[in-house]
């Protein structure tokens, strides 16, 4: 009878060890799983963005029978954020980038409607480069698609200012056989009054992750802004011609490529390790 009674509780431990043994390996399989991906995600990481994108200037007559055009035109960002990251799937972020654009229109004058010049009549165009410093604040979201392919959906705004740069006045002088004049002038305004103003992003980038444990996202992204912070009134004065006037504005609105190298702070020997761990 003592020996049934100790073979039972002989069983009962032995039970009771291997219920524990198999939680304790699950668990540390877990959280070494877990603790990679916090060495390789840390909270706060550092981006550097580059993004190109393309726009158009909105020109409108209002009299007058010669039309001012523009072609499409390009703007160029180069900045840094500061990522934190609220969970695995959810971060805030906010930099500081620096805008340069490069704006241009262009008209041109009937062959027979400045009698007396010299050559071909010329071409009333411009081109010339603009400036801003921008600062995006966005809550980025973490897609995974079929447990590969990781896409990054990101809102937000964007606060603009451009008051650095200096107001110009443009103008067009021909000189014929008579006399010298102009044919077109614009006072172009650049600088918002002074004023910052806001516009609105959206995006989604695919996410690489290197072998270096930072991260590479490329992708696509629109800035839609509600204020002209270019803007001016032309006309074009062609004599013996009524004269056309209208507005030039440029907002801002744009679609993008973003690339952005985003250093991780990952301590790749401790990730390495975990890697071995759970293999």
């Not at 726009?55 to 009299?63: G, P």
Request: proline share 4%.
């Amino acid at each position: 009878m003592m020996r049934y009674k100790l073979l039972m509780v002989l069983c009962v431990f032995l039970t009771k060890a291997s219920l524990c043994q198999l939680p304790s390996e699950y668990i540390f399989n877990n959280t070494s799983r877990n603790m990679n991906s916090e060495l390789a995600m840390k909270k706060n990481k550092i981006g550097i963005e580059i993004t190109t994108s393309v726009l158009q200037a909105k020109i409108t007559r209002e009299q007058g029978n010669y039309r001012l055009r523009s072609h499409l035109q390009s703007a160029y960002s180069i900045g840094i954020n500061d990522i934190y990251s609220i969970n695995q799937g959810l971060s805030i972020s906010s930099g500081f980038h620096f805008v340069i654009g490069i704006r241009n229109f262009f008209a041109n004058i009937p062959d027979n409607d400045i009698p007396g010049y010299p050559s071909e009549p010329p071409v009333i165009e411009d081109k010339d480069s603009w400036a801003a410093i921008r600062i995006p604040i966005l809550i980025e979201k973490k897609i995974k698609i079929k447990k590969v392919k990781t896409f990054v959906l990101k809102m937000g705004v964007n606060i603009k200012y451009s008051g650095f740069m200096q107001d110009i006045l443009i103008g067009t002088r021909v000189t014929t056989s008579n006399q010298t004049f102009d044919i077109f002038n614009v006072e172009l305004l650049q600088r918002n009054n002074d004023k910052p103003w806001v516009t609105f992003l959206a995006g989604v980038s695919k996410l690489f992750v290197l072998g270096n444990k930072n991260i590479l996202t490329v992708g696509l992204q629109a800035d839609i802004s509600t204020t002209y912070f270019i803007k001016g009134n032309y006309i074009i004065t062609i004599p013996n011609q009524p004269n056309t006037s209208g507005t030039y504005k440029i907002s801002g609105t744009s679609l993008g490529l973003a690339v952005q190298y985003i250093l991780t702070g990952a301590n790749k020997r401790l990730v390495r390790n975990y890697q071995k761990n759970i293999r």
